[in-house]
């Protein structure tokens, strides 16, 4: 049951973000579901690997810099999800952290 509620998280974050100017959804419902699936999938397997490569630009930004590596997978995200996209790296560190915030409302609403 944890799985599916992560994967809804994901679709309503999905969806949150597209009330940022340069990202947009196209698609219905279904669709963003599945589209939160595959973004689960996506930061399952490549933001370890992307935190690992960029670990010494965290540490000398003392972390700063995980929003923009999670902007740039975001925009990245666009081409494996089907319907969304992501005008440029800037809307998608906007998007980011829109995301996070919507995360983290639904995990303090709900809980673990």
Known sequence: ?????????????LY???FVPGIAWHGNLVQLVIAGAILG???????PLA???SLPLL???LGLFYFILNGILLWLAQFVLPGYSVRDVVAGIIG????????????????K
């Open 59 to 61: 540490i000398v930004t």
């Open 96 to 111: 980011a952290l829109v995301m996070t915030v919507v995360n983290w409302i639904l995990h303090a609403l709900i809980g």
């Open 16 to 18: 949150a973000t597209t």
């Open 41 to 47: 999938l996506f930061n399952l397997i490549v933001k």
């Open 51 to 53: 935190m690992l490569l």
């Open 1 to 13: 049951m944890g799985i599916l509620v992560r994967i809804l998280v994901n679709a309503v974050g």
